[in-house]
């Protein structure tokens, strides 16, 4: 599924995993992923850095812009997700934007948000579509999901199988902490 952020990025929604977010990326000329686990790279397609290496630059800015690009695409690992690469190209963004931790800190606000995990007695009978987000099975459970997250002022909920044991992870964010938590209870309960 592909959406627009509020700056007009796209953005391509996948099922969990690495496997699934690297070959997402690579359908974009340059592809960012990363999980909240760290795993994650940046991909730049052939057809971009060919583009960008064969740029006829209207000004000195859009020059060093394009140098700066093709830097970044060889200093990323873009096979695996290479947490020192990583950081040698956040650290050479932040130093570039004149950036220290304040600043960087206040680009993004994450909403409050808890994720845990329920031991079921069989994974298998959760069943999910629209890269896990939505559920199909047990019928009705998505519906009570549906019902509480429209209560709740930037509410987001989903329940979905683990792919290694007998439990469910139940997510839940929302424009405050006390309404986060209450999801995340009403995703356990339900």
């Not at 940046?42 to 093709?70: G, M």
């Not at 950036?99 to 009978?125: F, H, Q, S, T």
């Not at 007998?166 to 902490?177: I, K």
Request: proline share 4%.
């Amino acid at each position: 599924m592909l959406a627009n952020d509020q700056r007009g990025i796209k953005v391509s929604c996948v099922p969990t995993g690495v496997k699934h977010l690297h070959h997402a990326a690579r359908h974009f000329d340059i592809g960012v992923y990363f999980e909240a686990n760290g795993h994650g790279t940046v991909l730049f397609s052939d057809d971009c850095l060919s583009r960008v290496r064969n740029l006829d630059p209207a000004t000195p800015d859009a020059a060093n812009a394009a140098k700066q690009l093709l830097a970044f695409s060889e200093l990323i690992n873009q096979s695996v997700g290479d947490a020192l690469s990583d950081m040698l190209m956040v650290e050479a963004i932040l130093a570039l934007r004149n950036w220290g931790p304040a600043e960087w800190d206040g680009a993004y606000e994450d909403l409050p948000n808890r994720l845990v995990k329920v031991e079921v007695a069989d994974r298998n009978i959760f069943l999910t579509t629209d890269a896990e987000r939505k559920l199909t099975s047990p019928e009705g459970l998505q519906k009570r999901i549906d019902d509480e997250v429209n209560k709740i002022d930037l509410g987001r909920a989903f329940v979905r199988p683990s792919g290694t044991e007998d439990c469910v992870r139940v997510y839940a964010e929302a424009g405050t902490v006390p309404n986060a938590d209450g999801k995340l209870q009403c995703g356990v309960q339900c």
